[in-house]
C-alpha cells in the first residue's frame, strides 16, 4: 500500500489526501509523513508578502544579511545570530528555491513532533479504539503552528523546537532536550523568556500546582497596574529597544488590524478572538478537572504540560493588550495544551466523553484553518487553487519570480489587490 500511495501521490497529491487520512486511520505510520508533506506542499504556494518578503529579499541577496547598522536601535545585528539565513543560504546554494525554505522547515518540524508522539504513545495504541486514537494524533497534529511557519519562518519554528526540548526535558532526556533549546532560541530569540519562564516553573511546580487560584488572581492584578508600568519604563533610554519592537510589532490592541482589511475580516478577526478566549477557560477547566482528579500523577508528562500551560495563560492575561507577547503566545498555549490533553486522555488520567474531545478537536481545527482564511487575499492572487489540480513535480518546482513580485506586492510587503 505504502508503494501504491507513493505512486499516486507523485500524481496527484491532492487526490490522495482521503486515502491518507483512511491509512492514517488504519495506524500506519507512513500515512502520518505523507499528511505532514502534503501540508508542507499546500505552504508552498503562499507568495512572499509580509515577513517572508524580508526573507525573500536577502534570500536572493545573501551577502546584503551583512549590510547591517551595527549602532541601530532596532536590533539589525541580531540577523547575524539567526538560523534562517543560513539555512536558506544553504537550500539557495544548492539550487533550491525560495519556497523550499519553507516546505523543509514545516517538514522537519512536523516530523520531530510526530515522532515524539508516536514514541509516547506506542504502548497507548493498543489500549484505545482506532478512532479515537485517529482523532486524537489528528488534533495534536493541527495543533502544531503551520501558519506562522508559514507566514513567517522564525516563531512557530521556535515553538515547535521549544516544545520538543521542554517535553524530552520532563521524560528525561537531558541531551534531546538542550539540543531543541538551543535550537529554539537561534531561530527566535523571543523563545528565551520562555525557556527561562519553563526552568522557574520547574523549580517551584509545587507551589503553582497547588495555589493555582491564589496565582492567577495574583496575575490579575499585576495586569492592572502592569500597563502604567512598562509605559514609564518606556521613557528611559535602556528601554529603546523594546520601544522600537513592540511599537513596529503593533503592540498596542487598539489598532492592531491593518487599516485596509474589510469589514467582513475584521469581524473574522474579532470571532476568531472570542474564540480564543472561550477556548482559555475550556482549557482552564480542564485542567482544574485534572488537578482534582489527579492526585498521584505530579510528575507525569501531562501534569507538566497542563502545569506550563496554566502559566502561559496567566502570562496571556497580563500581557493581553500588548499583542506582539499575547499573539505570540497563542501559539504556545494551543500546542502545550493540546499535547497534555492528548496525552492524559490517552494515559487515562483523565476522561474526557466523544463530544467534549470533539468540541475541544473543532476550537483546535479553527485555529489551524483561520489564517489560511485570512490569508485568502495572498493565497489567491497567488493561485493557490492550482494545487488542487496539480502534480507533485509542478508543486515542488513552484516559485515566484522577480517579474511576479514586482506585479504583485507593494514595496511595503503587501500583495497588490487585482
Known amino acids: 500500500m505504502c508503494v501504491f500511495l507513493t505512486i499516486l501521490f507523485v500524481i496527484w497529491p491532492f487526490g490522495t489526501l ?38 525573500w529579499l536577502i534570500f536572493q541577496d545573501p551577502i546584503s544579511l551583512f549590510d547591517i547598522d551595527f549602532g541601530s536601535e532596532d536590533g539589525q545585528w541580531a540577523r547575524l545570530l539567526n538560523l534562517i539565513y543560513p539555512i536558506s543560504s544553504m537550500i539557495k546554494y544548492c539550487g533550491g528555491n525560495f519556497e523550499h525554505v519553507r ?75 538542550a539540543v531543541f533549546a538551543t535550537l529554539a532560541m ?30 492567577l488572581f495574583a496575575a490579575v492584578l499585576i495586569s492592572i497596574f502592569l500597563e502604567l508600568c512598562i509605559a514609564f519604563l518606556l521613557k528611559f533610554p535602556f528601554f529603546d529597544l523594546v520601544r522600537v519592537y513592540i511599537e513596529s510589532d503593533g503592540a498596542w490592541r487598539i489598532g492592531e488590524l491593518p487599516y485596509e482589511m474589510s469589514f467582513l475580516s475584521k469581524i473574522g478577526f474579532f470571532f476568531a478572538d472570542l474564540m480564543f478566549y472561550i477556548y482559555l477557560i475550556v482549557v482552564s477547566t480542564v485542567i482544574f478537572k485534572y488537578k482534582k482528579n489527579n492526585i ?42 493540546s499535547s497534555a490533553v492528548m496525552m492524559a486522555v490517552l494515559k487515562k488520567y483523565m476522561h474526557i466523553n466523544k463530544k467534549a474531545l470533539l468540541l475541544y478537536g473543532l476550537f483546535i481545527a479553527f485555529f489551524f484553518t483561520f489564517p489560511f482564511l485570512s490569508y485568502k487575499k495572498a493565497l489567491r492572487v497567488a493561485g493557490c487553487h492550482r494545487f488542487c489540480y496539480s502534480n507533485l513535480f509542478t508543486i515542488i518546482t513552484n516559485t515566484y519570480s522577480e517579474k511576479w513580485i514586482s506585479e504583485n506586492v507593494n514595496d511595503d510587503s503587501s500583495i497588490i489587490a487585482d
Not at 24 to 49: E, R
Not at 137 to 153: C, E, K, R
Not at 204 to 215: F, Q
Not at 300 to 329: D, E, K
Request: glycine content about 4%.
Open 103 to 177: 516546505f523543509i522547515l514545516i517538514l522537519f518540524t512536523y516530523s520531530f513532533s510526530f515522532n515524539f508522539f508516536w514514541n509516547q504513545t506506542l504502548r497507548l495504541r493498543t489500549e484505545v479504539s482506532r478512532k479515537k486514537y485517529f482523532f486524537i494524533a489528528l488534533f495534536f497534529l493541527l495543533s502544531l503552528p503551520v501558519a506562522p511557519i508559514m507566514t513567517g519562518f522564525r516563531w512557530g519554528t521556535a515553538v515547535i523546537f521549544f516544545w520538543l526540548a521542554a517535553s524530552y526535558f520532563v521524560i528525561d532526556r537531558k541531551i534531546k532536550a
Open 18 to 55: 482521503p486515502l491518507v487520512l483512511y491509512l492514517m486511520y488504519c495506524q500506519k505510520k507512513y500515512a502520518y509523513y505523507f499528511f505532514g508533506i502534503f501540508i508542507a506542499l499546500f505552504t508552498m504556494y503562499y507568495p512572499p508578502v509580509g515577513d517572508q518578503y524580508r526573507y
Open 296 to 337: 498521584n500523577t505530579d510528575n507525569s508528562y501531562p501534569t507538566y504540560m497542563f502545569l506550563f500551560t496554566f502559566v502561559l495563560i496567566i502570562i496571556f492575561v497580563i500581557f493581553w493588550n500588548f499583542y506582539a507577547i499575547a499573539g505570540r503566545l497563542k501559539s504556545l498555549i494551543i500546542l502545550f495544551a
Open 186 to 215: 537561534f531561530f527566535h530569540f523571543a523563545i528565551v523568556p520562555c525557556i527561562a519562564l519553563f526552568a522557574l516553573c520547574m523549580y517551584v511546580k509545587n507551589i503553582i500546582w497547588k495555589r493555582p487560584g491564589i496565582v
